[in-house]
């Protein structure tokens, strides 16, 4: 009975903002039929009252100010956040504090696993009834025409300059915003110091090209373990195309380039490493893209392109490991990966507008933009908070080179065309299944093309 | 000798994956993908069941699922049994087309409905802003009757001689008295095996429940079971672990109705001889 | 009767009335939730439909741009290959073994019982089940034949293995799940008649041919029937398995709509495909149901 927080029920409660079979449940959760029939019997008595509007609570410290034009207005804000973190305590928290500060809005937080969201957000948008906040990559919902600009919002709040300049991508179509950043994360180099040293092949720095990098890949030729886990997927392949310098949209964003002369580079020396020097693992259909993070933690593979998502568990595996940047292009010349994370949008035709870039507003606010880093290895997009690593639990080396890679990161424009990311789709792994690159990839920019335009 | 062989290896092949499934529900997330591969882990580590059935709310999910299965389960039954009796027994204008009709709700694959159903749950007149979406009659009506409910009955009652029901009929018993007394208890088996399958496809959907449910609340198991599909990995173990939590109800109900399975499909092979 | 109340209704309609009621709310039910659907599918179909709304009338256009699609021809036969192979494999599977499990021997049942498992766990499950099995790098399957000192198998990567690997799971879950439906309609076959062959001389295969057969004809129309229906609206397993590629090779026609639709977002383009496949499956079946009467 201990666990159940009765001052922050009863205010739930007298502010009308938890519902009684909420109500119960948690109850129940806490404290079972004891704190159901006990002190919580007066509290679900209390539950079907009307409340009045309440005052606002004081806002935490390093949160935004209260926004008087959405106090004291009863709103219910429809959130849509990703099955695997939204009921994490940093977000549980926040959705508290921000309750607190605006008594009369309530928080309607639903979930849905990160694949399945577009899905519900686009059923929401065509049945006439969008979310209000929801997360994924809002360009691509900008793009499509289904999120709010809210380049007035931005005016407002004033805070552009607070946001890493490459995560504010994620959020910008075509010259306008859509939502704000909420976390980045991007491709960096994992390698096995061990099984390096067992071919007497250098491990590669911040400066090595991927020429280089593959003569050195070659010693694991005729090994029982492979040099390099390959991936195919999309994401991942576009980011190996940044790093050569290759970017498959146009500048202006209106089309594509899909066989440009350094993206057909980059993804000829990926996938010939796979079927043509028979030096990485064959990569996993869309489903298992997480495999060769396993081939690298079960010491199978000796060199990974992957995110910081993989490194708990590589930690965890024992491997002894370092990380650097991706390599330099083919020449050692350009800088360059793919950024990933997300951003939060507000759903077109949101009644709740304001409000909800308001909650987006509190997401990332640095208090809770720590919490993340610390508690959930979700990384800032806030700019200021890289300057002191250890204040967002990242003081571990191995990161460094992850944290100098962002800076190069641009997000995977290309999904805004879904016709585009699947042409690029099925020519990368055509190309990884022994296609060549510059015949794959023609093809798929001339698919693409036909449907998108230039 | 060599028939037991013969099902034993069936044995293996039909169960093989499962216990694969099984293993792997038992195993640490780093002994998931090992090579060489193994089936079981060395230590197995049960407290994934455990973790599996809080991290994908099982407790609440399973009683949607429940709610949603047992209505479709009725729905099916009964309204199934009726049309059925219907088409097989009952000479009445319209029956060929209207059969037809039924034939083709079998044909149209339900994927392709789902913008036109939400559509139409979203404006059921006389319902608050939301119509019957994220409600449980919101989930269940679009199933509560299949073709397949009603094809299996008419076919079912092919097999049984129409003097059963026009004895009772020349007695003076109405058409539900004879639906009532006596066609159900000989179809009994037919009706199991509606029970069944129908338990069977509402428990596992997962399309329509996605897109027509937004308060987690609602959600039914197969949702819940993604619950461990992350964006950059997914925790197989866990992932495997709920996957056999979610199979135990239909075992049970497999296991419960499986003798009448037995029994009746007999006369079902007979009854299609028309 | 219930209208007993009522002379006043035309006879006609009292005497079928009870039919009526009988077939009312079944019929109502399917006609609301499926078959009204299915037409605004068709209304759909007309315009051009995107995620904002309708774009305009445009007639049979969407039509004259399928005729047109190689990929959708390329979707169709998938489906066909896909149907044929795993209907084919499963159905005589299920036959086989029906024939194993309706012997008169001991523990014959519990087999049986065992036998149907896999039809309890989704789809889903059990495509990512097989999906882990079939990996080229860490697979169970891959494993058995580098220790046979064979090449692994790029069961799932190389566009011929793909459907191959595919139309192995769907028949895997077709053997279990008409297993039941087989055994019984084996054992109501009447005894006399095998026993009277036996007589006459005829042999295991030749009773099986000129009885077994013959006597299950009908349960054998009906399992292929749903067989069809049901291949032809499978996206589960393609979604885990291998989301339709590699280079498309495993694109079913459901599939491809859904890519249409849900990702493309031409809804109405999606709808005439749709359509199409209806128009397909219809012909489909009624050439099975044709054969059947003969």
């Excluded at chain 3, 029937?225 to 694109?251: K, R, V």
Aim: aromatic share 12%.
């Amino acid at each position: 009975m201990d666990d159940v927080n009765w001052s922050e029920l009863e205010r739930l409660v007298a502010h009308g903002q938890i519902s009684r079979r909420v109500l119960l449940r948690r109850l129940l959760e806490a404290g079972g039929i004891a704190a159901v029939i006990g002190p919580g019997a007066t509290l679900l008595a209390a539950c079907g009252q009307s409340k009045a509007a309440g005052p606002s609570g004081p806002v935490p410290a390093g949160y935004p100010p209260i926004n008087n034009n959405i106090l004291g207005k009863k709103i219910t804000l429809t959130i849509l956040l990703a099955a695997d973190y939204y009921n994490q305590a940093p977000f549980t928290d926040l959705y508290a504090a921000f309750q607190k500060a605006y008594p009369d809005i309530k928080l309607n937080v639903t979930n849905a696993v990160w694949e399945d969201i577009p899905t519900k957000v686009k059923t929401a948008a065509l049945g006439g009834t969008p979310v209000d906040v929801a997360h994924q990559h809002a360009f691509v919902y900008g793009h499509i025409g289904v999120a709010e600009q809210v380049d007035d919002l931005w005016s407002q709040w004033g805070k552009v300059s607070d946001f890493l300049p490459n995560s504010l991508q994620d959020v910008t179509w075509a010259g306008h915003r859509y939502g704000i950043p909420l976390d980045v994360n991007c491709l960096f180099t994992y390698y096995n110091k061990d099984l390096f040293a067992s071919v007497n092949a250098m491990t590669p720095t911040a400066t090595t090209s991927y020429t280089d990098l593959g003569k050195e890949l070659l010693k694991f030729q005729g090994k029982p373990v492979k040099a390099i886990g390959l991936s195919n997927s999309a994401w991942n392949n576009s980011g190996l195309a940044r790093a050569n310098g290759g970017d498959l949209l146009k500048s202006d964003e209106k089309g594509v380039q899909i066989n440009s002369d350094k993206v057909v580079a980059a993804l000829k020396w990926n996938s010939e490493l796979g079927w043509k020097y028979n030096v990485g693992t064959s990569p996993a259909p869309t489903k298992r893209q997480d495999e060769p993070g396993f081939l690298f933690e079960a010491k199978q593979v000796a060199l990974l392109f992957s995110g910081p998502w993989d490194m708990p568990d590589i930690k965890k595996s024992g491997v002894n490991f370092g990380t650097t940047e991706l390599p330099k292009g083919l020449d050692g010349n350009t800088n360059g990966s793919v950024q990933g994370g997300g951003s939060l949008f507000v759903g077109k035709g949101s009644k709740n507008r304001e409000a909800a870039f308001e909650f987006m507003k509190w997401a990332v606010a640095k208090p809770n933009q720590i919490r993340m880093a610390k508690e959930m290895a979700r990384w800032p997009v806030i700019a200021d908070l890289y300057a002191d690593p250890a204040s967002i639990g990242a003081n571990d080396p191995a990161l460094t080179p992850y944290f100098s890679q962002l800076k190069a990161a641009k997000p995977y424009k290309l999904e805004a065309f879904p016709e585009g990311d699947k042409a690029w789709s099925d020519a990368v792994a055509s190309a990884y299944n022994g296609k060549d690159a510059q015949t794959v990839l023609n093809e798929a920019q001339t698919k693409a093309a036909a449907a998108i335009g230039g | 000798m060599v028939l037991y062989a013969l099902a034993l290896l069936a044995l293996v092949i039909l169960l093989g994956p499962l216990v694969w499934m099984f293993g792997t529900a038992l195993k640490e997330q780093s002994e998931i993908f090992t090579w060489p591969p193994s089936l079981f882990p060395k230590h197995w580590h049960w407290d994934n069941f455990v973790q599996a059935w809080q991290g994908a709310h099982f407790s609440r999910y399973f009683i949607n699922s429940t709610i949603v299965s047992l209505v479709s389960v009725v729905t099916n039954v009964f309204l199934g049994a009726m049309a059925g009796y219907a088409f097989a027994r009952l000479r009445f204008p319209g029956r060929n087309l209207l059969f037809v009709v039924v034939m083709i709700t079998l044909m149209v694959p339900n994927a392709v409905l789902i913008i036109p159903l939400f559509l139409m749950m979203k404006n059921v007149p006389f319902t608050d802003p939301g119509g019957w979406l994220n409600t449980y009659q919101g989930v269940i009506l679009p199933t509560a009757v299949t073709g397949f409910s009603i094809f299996l009955m008419r076919q079912f009652l092919q097999g049984i001689p129409r003097e059963l029901d026009q004895a009772a009929a020349v007695d003076g018993a109405n058409l539900f008295q004879v639906f009532w007394h006596i066609i159900l208890p000989l179809t009994k088996p037919a009706l199991a095996i509606i029970a069944v399958f129908t338990a069977l496809t509402r428990w596992n959907d997962y399309l329509w429940p996605l897109v027509a449910i937004r308060d987690p609340d609602l959600y039914t198991v197969q949702i819940g079971l993604k619950y461990f599909i992350g964006p950059y990995h997914a925790q197989w173990n866990l992932l495997m672990a709920g996957a056999v939590i979610a199979a135990l109800p239909m075992l049970l109900i497999y296991a419960l109705f499986q003798p009448f399975f037995e029994q009746s499909l007999g006369n079902l092979g007979t009854g299609l001889n028309e | 009767m219930i209208l007993q109340h009522r002379p006043a209704l035309p006879p006609a309609i009292r005497r079928h009335a009870g039919a009526y009621l009988f077939i009312g709310p079944a019929l109502v039910l399917l006609v609301v939730f499926n078959i009204w659907p299915a037409l605004y599918t068709a209304w759909l179909s007309l315009q051009d439909y995107g995620i904002l709304g309708s774009n305009g009338f445009i007639g049979l256009g969407n039509y004259a741009h399928v005729l047109r699609d190689g990929l959708f021809w390329h979707s169709l036969l998938v489906t066909s290959i896909y149907t044929i192979g795993s209907a084919a494999l499963g159905l005589a599977g299920a036959l086989a073994l029906a024939a194993l499990v309706t012997r008169k021997l001991p523990f014959m049942g519990w087999f049986r019982i065992l036998y149907f498992i896999p039809s309890v766990t989704s789809l889903f499950v059990n495509a990512t089940i097989f999906g882990w099995l079939f990996d080229y790098n860490l697979g169970l399957f891959n494993y058995w034949l580098t220790s046979l000192h064979l090449q692994r198998a790029p069961w799932l990567q190389d566009p011929n293995w793909a459907l191959f690997s595919v139309i192995v799971v769907g028949a895997w879950g077709g053997v279990s799940y008409n297993l039941p439906i087989y055994a019984a309609g084996l054992q109501s076959v009447n005894r006399d008649l095998y026993e009277a062959a036996s007589l006459d001389g005829a042999n295991g295969w030749q009773r099986f041919q000129s009885i077994t057969l013959p006597a299950i004809a009908p349960i054998t129309r009906y399992t292929v029937i749903l067989a069809i229906i049901g291949s032809f609206q499978l996206i589960a397993s393609i979604d885990a398995l291998t989301s339709g590629g590699p280079e498309n090779a495993t694109l079913v026609t459901i599939k491809y709509i859904q890519l249409q639709g849900f990702e493309f977002l031409h809804f109405g383009y999606a709808s005439a495909i749709t359509l199409f496949l209806l128009a397909f499956l219809l012909v489909v079946t009624w050439l099975q149901l044709r054969s059947g009467r003969e």
